[in-house]
């Protein structure tokens, strides 16, 4: 068993700049990959970025690529997401995510296993 505690979202003006963060708790969080996704209203939850066990890889949507950076520290059983540029249409329910069954980084949401309970984020144009 895995939880999941997401924090950090909230209301910012296009051009600024959020970061997520994720705390772990259950499995030795070192041992599996994780992962973000967002959902917008009315939408499919999509990926935004993933990250392997050790941090050592990472995989970003395109629509993010170059202004989201997804990082962990695994001795805080913590990962997180760095929004820059953040637009409009960034604006989503952003969920962590865990994959217990695979250490590398990956965008197959049905591979992750545990999730968050989300947090929103808000950005004014």
């Known amino acids: 068993q895995v939880q999941l505690v997401e924090s950090g979202g909230g209301l910012v003006q296009a051009g600024g700049s959020l970061r997520l963060s994720c705390v772990a708790s259950?499995?030795?969080?070192?041992?599996?990959?994780t992962g973000w996704f967002r959902q917008a209203p009315g939408k499919e939850r999509e990926f935004v970025a993933g990250?392997?066990?050790?941090?050592?890889?990472?995989y970003y949507a395109d629509s993010v690529k170059g202004r989201f950076t997804i990082s962990r520290v695994n001795a805080k059983n913590t990962v997180y997401l760095q929004m820059n540029s953040l637009k409009p249409e960034d604006t989503a329910v952003y969920y962590c995510?865990?994959?217990?069954?695979?250490?590398?980084?990956?965008?197959?949401?049905?591979?992750?296993?545990?999730w968050g309970q989300g947090t929103q984020v808000t950005v004014s144009s």
């Open positions: 995510a865990a994959d217990v069954h695979s250490s590398r980084a990956h965008s197959d949401y049905v591979g992750y296993d545990y």
């Open positions: 259950g499995r030795t969080f070192s041992s599996y990959a």
């Open positions: 990250i392997s066990w050790s941090g050592g890889s990472a």
